[in-house]
């Protein structure tokens, strides 16, 4: 079941819908995995996408052939190995997230294994789809989010209204954790959260909504810990076999709902997204996730903060210099290949 906001979300997108264009093709790249699959089935239920394209090294086909039995209008089509070009072409949307199967944990690993694998997947949109909205959930999403956006530079197509990292698991998590722990309704929980997408980087801005205003001391730091590092509850709960899939199939769900709406024109959508951010490049740092009106060219504003805790403003110095340090790595990775 998607939750209530989320349905509320997707009927107002089926009334949008009737106005808005059906043209939007979907490619989703890496559509066999643990996130791919979920993800593919709740794409397919999303009005705003009339074909969906399911590529993976292996297996999308099978996916594509299951999902494209359910009784909604879009087209769904899956591609093997070696048609990842026919996969990507023309399509408005591409969402990246591959790994390799054997889930390596420490970023570290997981920046070897994808940073290639993410910048070939990049060159290929840019060479079939070069007006495709980039959405980037492959981790480590701070540094594969400059390496997707030095490949599509290099290629001369760069825009970066149309490049984002997928962040919106922190969101939803951090809806849902100070909903326990305040026993409210987790849509009356909507927290902000700016920074980045691993650790310490994340940093929700809890003083910013009613119910987070009202968590102190020790109820605060873990509600803080628990957010920043929520996946690794699921790693450990699937003991080491994977990580977050449903959650985070749900999560691109939402967040590619809400740019399509955006892109169809729908006024006020505002989200929290990993993009390149002018509120912090005095201090070097190009990316950065914060409040993100999406509008029919993608990026359509950057909002700023707004204001901070004492709390939040040291959360924020730690994650700063751990940000800058994995933006500079994805780009020295695209340099120097
Ligand atoms: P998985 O290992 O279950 O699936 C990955 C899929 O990518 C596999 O089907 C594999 O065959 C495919 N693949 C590998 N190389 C490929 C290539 N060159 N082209 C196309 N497909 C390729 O992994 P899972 O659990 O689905 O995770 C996917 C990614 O999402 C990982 O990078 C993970 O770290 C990331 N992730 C991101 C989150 C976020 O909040 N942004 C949350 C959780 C995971």
């Known amino acids: 079941m998607l939750a209530r906001s989320a349905l509320r979300t997707l009927s107002q997108s089926r009334q949008f819908s009737s106005s808005a264009s059906r043209q939007t093709k979907v490619a989703v790249l890496g559509a066999g995995g643990g996130i791919g699959q979920p993800l593919s089935l709740l794409l397919k239920l999303n009005p705003l996408v009339s074909e969906l394209s399911l590529y993976d090294i292996?297996?999308?086909?099978?996916?594509a052939a299951d999902v494209s039995h359910i009784d909604s209008a879009?087209?769904?089509?899956?591609?093997?190995a070696d048609q990842l070009d026919k996969a990507s072409r023309a399509s408005r949307l591409s969402l990246s997230l591959p790994v390799c199967p054997a889930s390596p944990m420490t970023r570290d690993d997981l920046f070897n294994t994808n940073a290639s694998i993410v910048r070939d997947l990049a060159a290929a949109v840019a060479r079939v789809a070069?007006?495709?909205h980039l959405l980037i959930i492959s981790n480590p999403?701070?540094?594969?989010?400059?390496i997707v956006s030095e490949v599509l530079k290099k290629a001369g197509v760069y825009d970066a209204r149309r490049?984002?990292?997928v962040t919106t698991l922190d969101v939803v998590r951090s809806a849902r954790f100070l909903g326990s722990v305040t026993s409210s309704n987790p849509d009356d929980c909507k927290v902000t959260v700016v920074g980045g997408h691993s650790g310490p980087t994340i940093v929700p801005l809890l003083s910013q909504t009613t119910n987070g205003k009202a968590v102190k001391g020790e109820a605060y730091e873990k509600l803080v810990h628990r957010i920043q590092f929520g996946g690794d509850e699921v790693v450990k709960a699937k003991d080491g076999a994977g990580s977050a899939t449903l959650s985070m199939a749900y999560a691109g769900a939402k967040f590619t709902n809400d740019l399509l709406?955006?892109?169809?024109?729908?006024?006020?959508?505002?989200v929290p997204t990993f993009v390149k951010s002018p509120l912090?490049?005095?201090k070097g740092i190009e990316y950065f996730s914060s409040s993100v009106e999406l509008g029919p060219n993608?990026?359509?504003?950057i909002h700023p903060l707004g204001s901070l805790s004492a709390e939040e403003e040291k959360l924020l110095e730690a994650c700063l210099p751990e940000l800058k340090k994995n933006i500079e790595k994805g780009k020295a990775f695209v340099s120097q290949s």
Do not use: C, I, M, Q
């Open 261 to 270: 709406r955006g892109l169809n024109g729908e006024k006020g959508v505002v």
């Open 74 to 80: 879009s087209e769904v089509y899956g591609y093997p």
């Open 163 to 165: 490049v984002f990292g």
């Open 280 to 282: 912090f490049e005095d």
């Open 298 to 301: 993608g990026v359509e504003k």
């Open 130 to 132: 070069p007006e495709a």
């Open 141 to 146: 999403v701070n540094s594969t989010v400059p």
């Open 58 to 63: 292996r297996g999308a086909p099978g996916v």
